[in-house]
């Protein structure tokens, strides 16, 4: 829980715009790691492996696990923008 000093608490500290994210599935190469690194917003088609965004609209608290599935995948499919 974050609290503002003198001011009301907060349990989610982000305040701005939601975050964005777009997928560019013709780059995918379905290594899977935005999936290890974010199994609550992204999984991948059984058929091949390509993925899918489970969630477009996610909580803040998955805004962390998402940035760190755009930075790993290895073919720069998941572009953000917040
Ligand atoms: S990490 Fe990138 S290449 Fe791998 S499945 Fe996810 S979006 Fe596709």
């Given amino acids: 829980m974050w609290k503002v000093k003198d001011g009301p608490a ?3 500290p982000y305040q ?3 975050m964005q994210i777009l997928i560019e599935e013709d780059k995918c190469c379905g290594a899977g790691q ?3 690194a974010a199994p ?11 993925v899918v965004l489970l969630d477009a609209e996610p909580g803040a ?3 962390e696990n998402i940035r760190n599935a755009a930075a790993i995948c290895p073919a720069a499919a998941i572009e953000l923008r917040e």
């Fill in 34 to 36: 935005c999936v290890l």
């Fill in 10 to 12: 907060y349990s989610d």
């Fill in 16 to 18: 701005g715009e939601p």
């Fill in 61 to 63: 608290d998955q805004y």
């Fill in 40 to 50: 609550e917003v992204f999984d991948q088609r059984d058929e091949d492996g390509v």
